[in-house]
Every structure is written in structure tokens, then in C-alpha cells.
């Protein structure tokens, strides 16, 4: 059973780029949730994906947004990056009704 | 925004001894989680409580879970130095798939 990946592990860019992360959710589970973690903080909710569709959204603006793949990976996506937006991104996977997350290793992304 | 308030917010013991966290949060909740993220990498999910329980265990883990008083409470007993970490509370508002709200993180550190 492998669990979720996360790609790439480190990122450089500068502000006003895009840039899109990747992540392989563990194997049997269809849902998949992204959360921002700044330095020093917990992990903020950006929102879920389940069966292709977005399932709920935390606090961010839409220049965040995501895809879900019929292999049940998913995307996301920032545009118009901003300072701020030096973050851990974490992806997690679960399975429907079982409330247990798997989380990939993350993708650590500095705006400069 | 954060959930919730994990308390304290660093905690240093020798290895052998307990540790004790704690986490307060704010709304109602369906479940509450704990879990751990070594050197702000990926978080390895821990336990879970359903609100409708008092305690739980996982090896040397224990679990209390007070609803009037909106707190949490997680053990580590007979620490060990891998148990060097950040620990995090999540409250969950839905059973199944939902969004996480995770609080501050208590920074562990078992010295040797």
C-alpha cells in the first residue's frame, strides 16, 4: 500500500508567478484535501476534492484553485503569487466515511 | 483561523517521563484528532476521539476528550526520543469526509 506523494518536495518562485503542485493519493482512497501550513502555525484547510468535484472550501481566495483526477490525484494551483504565500503545502488523502487522513510529506514553496 | 489553542506550546521532559498536552478549541465538534509532524514535514495522524467518548488509548498514547469544557488532553507515557516532535490537535465538524481545523502545535523535545 503506498501512501500519498507529493511533488516537487521544494519550490522557488517569484511573486506574480503561477505555480501548480502535485499529489498521488494513497491507493483505495478517492478523497483528497489541501492545506497551507506558514512557519510556526498549523495546517489551514483550501479545500477538498471528491470524485472530480470540489467538496468544501476553507479562507482562500480564488487564485487558488484545484482539480481532481479520475485517478483520484490531484492538483493545485496558485495564481498571481504573493509573499504570503510561502507556505507548506500539504496534501491528504482519506476514504469515504473513514475519517482517517493520510498526508503526503508536502511541498515546500518560497515566493520571493 | 485556528480551531484551536494547544497548550503548551513547548514542552521539554527526559526520555522515560510523561508528557501531557493539552488543546482547547472553540465550536462544536463530531470528532478530535491528534497528530504528529516530524521537522515540518508530512503529519502522521495519531488518534482519533469521536465526541461522543471520554477516553481513549493507543499503545502509549491516551486520549481525553471533555465537550463542556471544549478540551482536549493527549498522554505520551514513557517518552522516548523519536517521540521528539510537533503535536496537533484537529477538530473534525462532520464524520467522514470534512475539513480539518487544527490548532497551534505543541513543540515536544525528549532529551536523552
Known amino acids: 500500500e503506498t501512501g500519498v506523494t507529493q511533488s516537487p518536495t521544494h519550490l522557488i518562485k517569484t511573486r506574480g508567478q503561477q505555480v501548480t503542485l502535485r499529489c498521488s493519493s494513497q491507493s483505495g482512497h478517492n478523497t483528497v484535501s489541501w492545506y497551507q501550513q506558514a512557519l510556526g502555525q498549523g495546517p489551514q484547510f483550501i479545500f477538498q476534492?471528491?470524485?472530480?468535484?470540489?467538496?468544501g472550501r476553507g479562507n482562500f481566495p480564488p487564485r487558488f484553485s484545484g482539480l481532481q483526477f479520475p485517478n483520484y490525484s490531484s492538483e493545485l494551483n496558485v495564481n498571481a503569487l504573493e509573499l504570503d504565500d510561502s507556505a507548506l503545502y500539504l496534501c491528504?488523502?482519506?476514504?469515504?466515511?473513514?475519517?482517517?487522513?493520510?498526508f503526503g510529506s508536502g511541498t515546500r514553496l518560497t515566493v520571493v | 483561523s485556528q480551531q484551536g489553542e494547544e497548550d503548551p506550546q513547548a514542552l521539554s521532559i527526559q526520555e522515560g517521563e510523561n508528557a501531557t498536552m493539552n488543546c482547547s478549541y472553540k465550536t462544536s465538534i463530531n470528532n478530535l484528532q491528534w497528530y504528529r509532524q516530524n521537522s515540518g514535514r508530512g503529519l502522521v495522524h495519531l488518534i482519533l476521539i469521536r465526541s461522543n467518548e471520554r477516553e481513549k488509548h493507543s499503545g502509549r498514547l491516551r486520549v481525553t476528550l471533555d465537550t463542556s469544557k471544549k478540551s482536549s488532553s493527549l498522554l505520551i507515557t514513557a517518552s522516548r526520543a523519536a517521540d521528539t516532535a510537533s503535536y496537533f490537535c484537529?477538530?473534525?465538524?462532520?464524520?467522514?469526509?470534512?475539513?480539518?481545523?487544527f490548532g497551534t502545535g505543541t513543540r515536544l523535545t525528549i532529551i536523552p
Open positions: 484537529a477538530t473534525g465538524s462532520n464524520f467522514g469526509n470534512e475539513k480539518l481545523t
Open positions: 476534492y471528491y470524485r472530480e468535484e470540489e467538496n
Open positions: 491528504a488523502s482519506s476514504l469515504t466515511g473513514n475519517y482517517g487522513y493520510t
